[in-house]
């Protein structure tokens, strides 16, 4: 398994200002990946960060409000951009693929809290 | 039609009981599937994968029904510590992201 450390684990932000998450794993990694949890939801995927390339959104989430980096294989970040009360969430980060061994697992940051009043 | 369909739940159990989760998939390609854990206010943890043949870790047993596009995971003699929401998650290739279902909550009551 890898260890996958995310920060901030929780924030307090103001309507309309932009936060960075950071997501950290202690061995390279093919895929990386950024899930969101709204409250009594399940995990909706927002994009796949891609090593070397222009991240992979999926539908209803965009570049602009969400943009992410992937500057290497063990680092990535995502921004929220912009903030409204409707995105107060989980921000999860996920890493999987070759580098972690067993097929197709994937595993799960501890996860960064986001309150936006 | 979601993609990954589990029952609503919640399932209140007393200790030692014996309880099932069902899940359906849409994606007739899927290739991967798995059951995760998620404790209240936690990450999801990977509780296991799910193979063709069956397989079974301790009191967890899983089958797979690809003719049904049908999952289970079976908790036998269930402890007060099962208690968590367990995430039905399917995935087409190894390189394409999970899909999750919503998820069943499970309380083990003493």
């Known amino acids: 398994s890898a260890v996958i450390s995310q920060k901030p684990s929780r924030d307090i932000c103001q309507r309309g200002t932009s936060l960075t998450i950071q997501c950290q794993v202690d061995s390279q990694v093919t895929m990386m990946f950024w899930y969101r949890q709204q409250p009594g939801q399940s995990l909706t995927l927002i994009a796949t960060?891609?090593?070397?390339?222009?991240?992979?959104?999926e539908s209803g989430f965009v570049i602009d409000k969400f943009p992410i980096s992937r500057p290497n294989l063990t680092f990535s970040t995502l921004t929220v951009s912009n903030m409204s009360p409707e995105d107060s969430s989980i921000y999860l980060c996920s890493a999987g693929g070759s580098g972690l061994g067993s097929g197709n697992t994937i595993y799960f940051g501890e996860g960064s809290w986001l309150t936006v009043v | 039609r979601k993609e990954v369909e589990q029952d609503p739940g919640p399932f209140n159990v007393p200790e030692g009981a014996t309880v099932a989760f069902n899940c359906t998939y849409s994606n007739s390609a899927s290739q991967s599937f798995f059951w995760y854990r998620q404790d209240c206010r936690k990450e999801p943890k990977l509780l296991m994968s799910?193979?063709?043949s069956g397989n079974e870790d301790g009191r967890f047993t899983a089958q797979l029904n690809r003719a049904s596009q049908y999952i289970s995971l079976l908790i036998r003699d269930s402890k007060l510590s099962d208690s968590a929401t367990y995430l039905c998650v399917v995935s087409s290739s190894g390189n394409t992201p999970l899909v999750f279902g919503k998820g069943t909550r499970l309380s083990v009551i003493a």
């Open positions: 960060a891609n090593q070397g390339s222009e991240a992979t959104y």
């Open positions: 799910v193979y063709s």
